[in-house]
């Protein structure tokens, strides 16, 4: 975009708005009942470690693909243009409108704490109706507007650690989970780190908008690293106030949370501050969660975009240089309220992060594909290579029980590659002209 480029800080700003948000307040919930808190920690400080290897192997691709589109146009130029098809579908119904539809529901949750008798399912759709309508506007607007809420969001944020260090316990849990296992539950532990993907994706969030930056390859991967550390750190800190304060009983109130409407940030300000910090979390958790929609809004539609570009999506979802795509903007807020009136919560959880994590390793795999496959590409660096081989290994070992142990995600990820690979033929016989040359074939 000429008008309005990005910089490190609004990229760290999308980074920071995508990852936090109503996982990190629900995850420690259900994983409690399975791990201990040092095992809890453990996951936390995995899943750092995960998204600093990805956004470190991330920081090699936008080196050779300094466009827009994330994944899809990474594995559509490395690999093939139906992965990256496959991977622009994922990003429409998982990536973002899920997340999308999952944070405004969360802030829909947080006003009826607030007053007896709200439904959070009418304040969802206004958040995204409104959000849609926002980034739909203008560019300068759509920044500025997103600018502002990260930087609330992650004020509040530090206020809630600081009241939870000071007022609540720090002392060590002893607490058991009511499923525990005898030694470590390398199962257990592997499956619930999905729980943890789906709080740390966003962690490539710079990535989607990368040619609206002032200097891509420069700012991307700084605005991608920078970002994941702060967020890992404040997760370290947020979980252990959950940890040091809860327990495995008293966090079972996340699998009541569409009835309940409280999530364990919520059962700590009350804890410990009363109703009247339960109010203040419940104002300041709105605040977040709306924050998050809106990094998601803003940063989705550049995906469907490209894909329109590439003639796999109408042309109406191009948008037009210097403006935001709306068609595309639109569409997404419309797959996003229909989310909200059908999910199920701790299983979108584990889905959005099961298939987040497939494509995330998909694309870095494509760093040794380039070694292997694609000479016509500089060799990314030795660090990048590190770094990737470490986040591919470890994906490819939560995959592997992700998969393993639940029939229903292998079927769902089943009929979603299926489904994709269909759309992709009946996309690529409409446009019999369309020029192959990223293919890899």
Not at 54 to 66: F, I, M, N, R, T
Not at 126 to 151: D, E, F, K, P, Y
């Amino acid at each position: 975009m000429k008008n309005q480029r990005l910089g490190v800080f609004s990229g760290m700003g999308m980074v920071i708005a995508n990852m936090i948000g109503a996982g990190v307040f629900l995850s420690t919930g259900f994983m409690a009942q399975d791990m201990n808190s040092q095992q809890i920690l453990l996951a936390w400080f995995v899943g750092m470690l995960i998204a600093m290897t990805g956004a470190k192997a991330y920081s090699g691709l936008v080196q050779l693909v300094p466009q827009s589109g994330g994944e899809y146009r990474f594995l559509s130029t490395l690999i093939h243009p139906a992965l990256g098809y496959f991977a622009g579908w994922a990003s429409l119904l998982i990536g973002f409108s899920l997340p999308i539809a999952i944070s405004a529901l969360a802030a829909g949750a947080f006003a009826s704490t607030l007053h007896a008798g709200v439904d959070m399912t009418p304040i969802a759709v206004l958040v995204i109706l409104a959000l849609t309508a926002a980034h739909a506007v203008g560019m300068r607007i759509s920044i500025t507007a997103q600018n502002a809420l990260v930087a609330v969001k992650i004020m509040l944020v530090v206020g809630f650690i600081v009241a939870g260090l000071i007022f609540g316990s720090n002392a060590w849990p002893e607490w058991t989970p009511p499923n525990a296992s005898e030694g470590f539950p390398v199962g257990s532990f592997m499956r619930n780190l999905f729980y943890v993907a789906f709080a740390f994706s966003g962690w490539n969030a710079a990535i989607y908008a990368a040619s609206e930056f002032k200097n891509p390859k420069r700012d991307v991967p700084r605005a991608m690293i920078l970002g994941s550390l702060v967020v890992g750190i404040l997760y370290l800190f947020i979980n252990w106030i959950f940890l040091a304060n809860l327990t495995p009983e008293q966090s079972r109130i996340v699998f009541s949370y569409e009835t309940d409407r409280i999530t364990l940030g919520h059962l700590i300000m009350r804890n410990i501050l009363g109703d009247t910090g339960a109010a203040c979390m419940s104002i300041f958790a709105i605040i977040a969660f709306i924050s998050s929609a809106s990094a998601m809004t803003f940063l989705g539609p550049r995906v469907y975009a490209a894909m329109a570009q590439d003639g796999f999506l109408p042309t109406a979802l191009k948008g037009k240089e210097g403006k935001p795509p709306v068609g595309a903007v639109v569409l997404q807020g419309a797959i996003a309220l229909f989310l909200v009136l059908v999910y199920q919560l701790q299983q979108a959880l584990s889905n959005a992060g099961a298939i987040l994590t497939l494509f995330s390793a998909l694309t870095v795999f494509s760093l040794f594909w380039i070694c292997i496959k694609r000479t016509e590409y500089p060799r990314p660096a030795p660090l990048v290579l590190v770094a990737g081989g470490l986040f591919f290994v470890i994906s490819a070992v939560m995959l592997y029980f992700g998969f393993s142990g639940s029939p229903v995600l292998n079927l769902w990820v089943g009929i979603c590659a299926l489904a994709a690979l269909i759309g992709y033929f009946i996309a690529k016989r409409r446009m019999p002209c369309r020029d192959d040359q990223n293919s890899g074939t």
